[in-house]
């Protein structure tokens, strides 16, 4: 098994009693690494499945159908861990969790996992409030793959500081690179790495998405909408997002497209990005960017390169985050002239880190000197798919293979 980066965070003292939702896309890892976490703590047997009749008929003869499983490994002086997977799929699963949480919380750890539902559906009510933590588990990245540790900023590190630092730890991995914008970073697709058994992949989750998630979650009729953009958005990763365009390149309504990218969002088929307006002149302030958790519906290298480092920057944002170092947030810079920087990383509310993704090693454009001023003299950096680059024009400036930064 590939180590994940988040049981590290999911396993840390310092998250206390509460429940842990891990939730993602689907064939992330979610199961797999839910499993893992009960083995290693002696407590694989407690594993339940909720999309199986027999676990939940189980529940309704018998809310506590695990105290004695439960109790079993708590007697061999362990604190067990339960892990209840697709819970949210049972009618009020939000009661339920409470109850059993209110019941069991001093002598056993819970981990709740699922994806669109289980982060859409929590936040229809608050009656679980206080009793859990959601944790987000993305595709597999380079680090991962590597087996390289994780990373991340130290109390009071500067964003040059800690780019300097993970430079000098890192050795290039150019193959497996290669491997991952080819076949994706979900686990099964990347680990066989055979093409017709990726694209066989891909159609199935399309079906699944709309067949059971779209409908399932948003009420849309018209799922055949989510399909059709499932094939033509890819071509528009990296540029703004304009639904009037789409609108009139699908001849639907211009509620029914933002309804489906939407529930795109939702499903974990995509994530938007938002322009960063404060302190940049003439910066746009409206349309956002789309990327696909799976890089590898661009068939464009150039935009697929650029969705990996867009979901690569997100998921160390969104790893920090979680773990609670900070409020880290991920936006674009964009002007009216279509001066462009791809990603701007924040903290806790200030601008951090600029990053721009290229094929190949270039000089560093002008107008991204002139935004990281604008910004309070941040550092940037240029991730290129090219191997072999490691460039420091000037101070606070990088240009460097995305094989030795991930």
């Given at each position: 098994m590939i180590k994940r980066h988040l049981e590290a965070v999911c396993l840390s003292p310092e998250i206390g009693r509460q429940m842990l939702f891990i939730t993602g896309p689907r064939q992330a890892g979610k199961t797999t690494l839910a499993r893992h976490m009960l083995a290693a703590a002696g407590s694989g047997s407690l594993y339940y499945n909720w999309d199986l009749r027999e676990i939940r008929d189980k529940y309704k003869i018998d809310p506590s159908f695990f105290e004695s499983a439960m109790r079993e490994v708590k007697s061999r002086r362990r604190l067990p861990w339960i892990c209840f997977d697709e819970v949210h799929k049972m009618p009020s699963w939000k009661n339920l969790l409470k109850g059993v949480f209110d019941k069991f919380e001093d002598e056993c750890r819970f981990i709740v996992t699922g994806s669109a539902r289980l982060e859409w559906m929590r936040r229809a009510g608050d009656s679980l409030a206080g009793r859990y933590f959601l944790y987000h588990l993305n595709p597999l990245m380079l680090a991962e793959t590597a087996g390289r540790a994780h990373l991340e900023p130290a109390a009071g590190e500067s964003a040059q500081k800690f780019i300097e630092r993970k430079l000098e730890s890192r050795r290039p991995e150019q193959a497996l690179l290669e491997q991952l914008i080819r076949f994706?970073?979900?686990?099964?697709?990347?680990?066989?790495?055979?093409?017709?058994?990726?694209?066989?992949?891909?159609?199935?989750?399309?079906?699944?998405?709309?067949?059971?998630?779209?409908?399932?979650?948003?009420?849309?009729?018209?799922?055949?909408?989510?399909?059709?953009?499932?094939?033509?958005?890819?071509?528009?990763?990296?540029?703004?997002?304009?639904?009037?365009?789409?609108?009139?390149?699908?001849?639907?309504?211009?509620?029914?497209?933002?309804?489906?990218?939407?529930?795109?969002?939702?499903?974990?088929?995509?994530?938007?990005?938002?322009?960063?307006?404060?302190?940049?002149?003439?910066?746009?302030?409206?349309?956002?960017?789309?990327?696909?958790?799976?890089?590898?519906?661009?068939?464009?290298?150039?935009?697929?390169?650029?969705?990996?480092?867009?979901?690569?920057?997100?998921?160390?944002?969104?790893?920090?985050?979680?773990?609670?170092?900070?409020?880290?947030?991920?936006?674009?810079?964009?002007?009216?002239?279509?001066?462009?920087?791809?990603?701007?990383?924040?903290?806790?509310?200030?601008?951090?880190?600029?990053?721009?993704?290229?094929?190949?090693?270039?000089?560093?454009?002008?107008?991204?000197?002139?935004?990281?001023?604008?910004?309070?003299?941040?550092?940037?950096?240029?991730?290129?798919?090219?191997?072999?680059?490691?460039?420091?024009?000037?101070?606070?400036?990088?240009?460097?293979?995305?094989?030795?930064?991930?």
């Open positions: 994706s970073g979900f686990p099964e697709p990347l680990i066989k790495a055979d093409m017709a058994f990726y694209h066989r992949w891909q159609r199935e989750m399309v079906d699944t998405l709309t067949r059971e998630d779209v409908r399932d979650l948003t009420r849309i009729l018209a799922v055949e909408h989510v399909a059709t953009l499932m094939q033509l958005l890819p071509e528009r990763v990296g540029s703004p997002l304009s639904l009037n365009s789409v609108k009139e390149d699908v001849e639907i309504s211009y509620t029914a497209v933002r309804n489906a990218v939407r529930a795109m969002e939702l499903t974990y088929a995509l994530f938007l990005i938002p322009p960063y307006s404060r302190n940049i002149a003439r910066a746009v302030k409206k349309e956002k960017k789309c990327y696909f958790y799976d890089w590898g519906r661009c068939r464009d290298l150039a935009k697929r390169f650029e969705n990996y480092v867009a979901l690569g920057l997100k998921s160390s944002v969104e790893l920090w985050h979680d773990k609670g170092i900070a409020d880290f947030a991920m936006n674009y810079v964009r002007t009216k002239d279509g001066k462009e920087t791809d990603f701007l990383i924040s903290r806790d509310g200030k601008p951090w880190c600029l990053f721009e993704a290229k094929l190949k090693a270039e000089n560093i454009a002008r107008h991204h000197f002139d935004q990281a001023r604008a910004l309070g003299g941040i550092p940037f950096v240029q991730l290129v798919h090219e191997p072999h680059v490691y460039k420091k024009p000037a101070p606070g400036f990088w240009c460097v293979s995305a094989g030795r930064f991930y």
